[in-house]
């Protein structure tokens, strides 16, 4: 028999449902620790890196669903399968807005074959995860920070359950990319994605670019035409800015997405449809139905699961991967050898709001990369705005050879100079890096920086 690999937590305060989950995995060859109250398996996740933790829903010193919420915060890669004995119904929904990828129900499912292929889904879940991650991103949505995180974990979860999505998310975000991974991980994945900008088309043109028309519907219709929601069919449709459309069009897309049929314009035939909704908007949701943007009753429709994605001011720890990832891609598309960011150029990225978030940063990188002179770019070849207000350049030093790092080594080296200055208090060194301590504990893995404090020899 093969032997499995996978470090797994089980907090259930039922002696015998505890050793079941220990013989189960420990005779497939799993590291398994039980244990039966919450503050334990909290402080255990601080202590070690865990793959996978199954949590009771009812703990005597705190709820499941909390301490599933506190795991993902504190370890967002982490996934949780929650034990019930109550049915999964009454709290199914809340359970995985908490972050539980699974249910299991006591005692029926409690049994060796069942607990091996939950964990067996679970961890090949986790693996995919990881993958997006080590990837850096779905496209240009790149990072490691616990927002972006967050972001990837909603992609997986909701590309195979064929429900409407909303995107929420400022401009330069990558909606339309969410968009994308969500269509090309879902069971829709051959079939057609059909796209629309609500607000780049006139007010009159949108109804019949969904809806299509008969030959003389109206001026101009010289032949028929399938709409957008013919053209999805078997696929999925994304109605980018959904806020920008016509109020009485919302309330015929709101009819087609109640009915699952729809009129051309200027027939009396109905055409039964079947896609997948996207929506995406660069509007609070909340607000545009108070300024009679959104209807209220179309958003309950298309918000049965709501993706944000943060702005690039509230994940500045993703800079320098992002700024990396596009040196590269720009320098290869214009053939120039520049193979770094100096030091100060970097602090200058590290410095900017970026108001136009990852779309701005892409363009200001291909922007210095263009106009760069040497191997690095420097603050005279970032835009302007970008370096606004910098501080001179500090003269030369013994330290002079820092311009020379690339990104991942200076990242490196801030980690490692705040832990110093904070004895190593990964509390303190976090605040100071302005990171959360899942987010510092990843990056030291990822630099390879030990836990603890080096003893010297």
Known sequence: MVMAEGRILVV???????????????????TVRTMSSGSRALAEVERADWDLVFVDLVLSDMDGLDL??????????LVAVVITAHGTGPKGFAAREAGAYAFLEKPDDVTPEKILTVVANALEHKSLLEQVAGRAGYGSIVGRSEAVLKVFELIDSVAAVDTNVLIVGESGTGKELVANAIHYASPRADGPFIKINCAALPKDLIESELFGY?????TGATADKPGLFEEAHRGSLLLDEIAEMPADLQAKLLRVLEERKFRRLGTSRDIDVDFRLICSSNRDPETAIRELRLREDLYYRINTVTIRIPPLRERPEDVSELAEQFLARSAEKHGKAVTGIAADAYQALLGYSWPGNVRELENAIERAVLVARGPLLTPGDLPEPVTRGRQPAAPPTAEAGLATLNLAEL??????QALESTNWNKQAAAAKLGLHRPTLYSKMRKHGIPQKRPVSP
């Open 12 to 30: 259930d305060e039922e002696e015998s449902i505890a050793d079941s989950f220990r013989v189960a995995l420990r005779e497939r060859g799993y």
């Open 68 to 77: 599933v919420r506190k795991l993902k915060a504190r370890r967002p890669a």
């Open 214 to 218: 008969a030959k003389g519907a109206f």
């Open 411 to 416: 990242e490196r080296q801030a980690i490692v």
